[in-house]
């Protein structure tokens, strides 16, 4: 029986504390949090449309000989520098030769027969005309030598301009043609970068008009002047091939790739510090200041412009947002406002 009483007594006890209600817990306060807010405006900006580009040497040569003949001597290979002037090959023409020793030969017996007819002339024995032709003889054969040696001459293939030899067609035994290319060269001083625009696009560019230019191999941006604008368009693609000078750069090459960005028009864009917006995992948040706390919020950024990005979606214009100490912050976290 005594043991029936103990039981009932424990199920009693348990029952009552069964039915006891739990205290909630005190909510945790957030300590107030140092932060420089902003007003988030509504900035107008030029709207720009990004083409591709090929970047190329403003001076560019296809080195071909003005004689026909063997390849004598090939004096530079691909990535040599050469200074205006400098032989680049020697053509083994021979026959240009026997015609430059014939016409000295030919010039120097007119210049005999004219000095002996001469004489003949001032003792009055050569009449006027055979005085006349035998002058027009030693002309002839004058410009004759000179011909053949603007012909020697071209047997050594110069460089036009100072720059780099950037391909070889062809080697020592070759033969050599006019129209036959047998090295290629280019000013690797002076750079542009070539560009097809969109028809759409190009009615809003001028000669002069400087545009932000990014070189995929460059950690900076570069500024390019356009140059040349083509004046009709390509009948395959429907574009315009425009051509920007670029500054000289450390590191920038000829046949790099870039990007130009074309204006297209204006239009009105929510921009913020870089600092204001908060990368967390695959989200971009920034926290708005509203009755004295952080209210977080989700971002859409779209294009960054110095120190400043845009903002897509998440924001309204007026609202103000936390630009400084906006990392170390929870959603309702008090704010003190640093002036």
Known sequence: ?????????GLLLIAAGCGRKTEPAPPLSLPAASVRLQAIESVKRVA??????????????????????????LLVVPGQQVKAGEVL??????????????????RQQADADLKRLT?????????????????AKARVAVAAVTEAETML???????????????????VGD???????LLDMEDSTALRLEADVPEAVVGKLKLGDKLPVRISALETNLEGAISEIAPAADSASRTFLVKLDLPGAPG???????RVAMPVGETSALRVPATAVVQRGQMEIVFVARDGKARLRLVK??????????????VEAGEKIVVEGAAGLVDGQPLTVKP
């Open 252 to 258: 920038l090459r000829a046949g790099q790739f870039g």
């Open 89 to 106: 090959a020697v053509i083994d023409a021979r026959e240009v030769k026997a015609r430059y020793d014939q016409a000295v030969a030919l």
């Open 48 to 73: 720009t449309e990004e083409v591709v580009g090929t970047v190329r040497a403003k001076l560019r040569s296809v080195i071909e000989a003005k004689v026909s003949g063997k390849i004598e001597q």
């Open 1 to 9: 029986m005594n043991g029936k009483l103990f039981l009932l007594a």
């Open 153 to 171: 001459s071209y047997t050594k293939v110069a460089a036009p301009f100072a720059g780099v030899i950037t391909r070889k067609h062809a080697d």
């Open 301 to 314: 950024s779209g294009k960054r412009i110095g120190g400043e990005v845009e903002l897509v979606s998440g």
């Open 175 to 181: 033969l050599a043609t006019p129209g036959k290319p």
């Open 119 to 135: 004489s003949l002339f001032e003792q009055k024995i050569l009449s006027q005309s055979e005085f006349d032709n035998a002058q």
